[in-house]
């Protein structure tokens, strides 16, 4: 019994052993397609796509305004975008601080006290509560209370949305607001190199980006079909990544335009978000795995986006 199992154990190791050096020279080549100054592949077209932007807020005062503000001053007809605030169960002056500055705002409230909230919630009822949001915008975008983006945005998305067949998602450059102090730094550090030798990398090879939680595009058309805002774990930007992508869903990647998130400054911070993540990717992972095989095996999706999932 005891030859048996070591024999077992054994060849256990060794495919545990090929299957990091497997992934360690897919990232190798793939990161060689990041190379190179051309980063902008499609033409420029005039405004023409209708926006919807939300931003969930909880107890987000302080900072609001310099969104509200920013999504003001967008480089893109008025007429063609509307943003909202979703004061998401807010204590605090969220929601007024967003009106006297001239935002439209959705508050939302818990339904029982133990009732589910956080951010695919409060998602969820802005849009059961702008009714045929899916005839009235073509994409909608959404970004967290303490981002800031580009004022070319929205220009740059339409222009790429209208250049390549209308894709389902356009995720754009994650950069940071913050990188002083090492913690945000190695974030900072850490972003750019993905940002360029990874999701820039996949999009040159015709393979789906990752989707990063804010600052991203997505069809309202596809958003309708799929029921709205249904995401369920703790990462709801790589649940429907892995969604859409085991549908044959294109998720381009916009290397021109940026938006700037807060990033975590004290190891606790990160410790903690890196724990939350964690469970979001290990939830969406037990609950595709098998789905993703399927996918593979019936032709739905390639032998890359097999991997790069």
């Known amino acids: ?22 992934m360690m020279i897919y990232q190798l ?36 305004g310099d969104i509200v503000r920013n999504l003001q001053a967008m480089d893109y007809p008025r007429e063609l975008y509307d943003f909202y605030i979703i ?14 500055l001239g935002a439209q705002v959705i508050e939302t409230r818990k339904e029982g006290p133990d009732s589910p909230t956080g951010k695919p919630i409060a998602l969820r009822k ?20 303490d981002n800031l983006m580009d004022t070319n945005m929205s ?19 994650l950069g940071a607001k913050n990188k002083k102090g090492v913690v945000a730094w190695f974030y900072y550090t850490g972003y750019t190199l993905t ?3 990874f999701d820039l990398a996949k999009h040159r090879l015709g393979l789906n980006c990752a989707i990063g ?49 807060e990033k975590p400054t004290t190891m606790r911070a990160s410790i903690r978000q890196k724990i939350r993540w964690g469970q979001g990717h290990w939830f969406v992972a037990l609950r595709n795995t098998g789905k993703l095989f ?9 032998l890359g986006e097999f991997l790069s999932l």
């Open 1 to 22: 019994m005891l030859p048996f199992l070591t024999v077992l154990l054994r060849v256990i190791g060794i495919a545990c052993a090929a299957c990091l050096a497997g």
């Open 29 to 64: 080549v793939l990161s060689l397609f990041g190379f190179g100054r051309k980063v902008k592949d499609y033409q420029d077209h005039d405004p023409q796509s209708r926006f919807l932007v939300l931003v969930p807020a909880h107890n987000e005062e302080k900072v609001i």
């Open 87 to 100: 004061a998401d169960n807010c204590t605090d002056a969220t929601a007024e601080t967003a009106r006297k």
């Open 126 to 145: 802005a849009l059961m509560s702008l009714g045929d949001y899916q005839n009235r915008y073509d994409l909608m975008m959404i970004f967290d209370a």
């Open 155 to 173: 220009r740059e998305v339409n222009s790429q949305y209208l250049d390549k067949g209308k894709p389902d998602f356009i995720q754009c450059y």
């Open 195 to 197: 940002n360029r030798f």
């Open 213 to 261: 939680g804010t600052g991203f595009a997505m069809s309202t058309q596809y958003l309708y079909e799929r029921g709205g805002w249904t995401t369920m774990s703790l990462t709801e930007d790589f649940e429907i990544q892995v969604e859409a992508t085991l549908e044959g869903r294109r998720i381009l990647w916009n290397h021109t335009t940026r938006v700037y998130d």
């Open 294 to 302: 399927r996918a593979f095996a019936s032709g739905t999706i390639g």
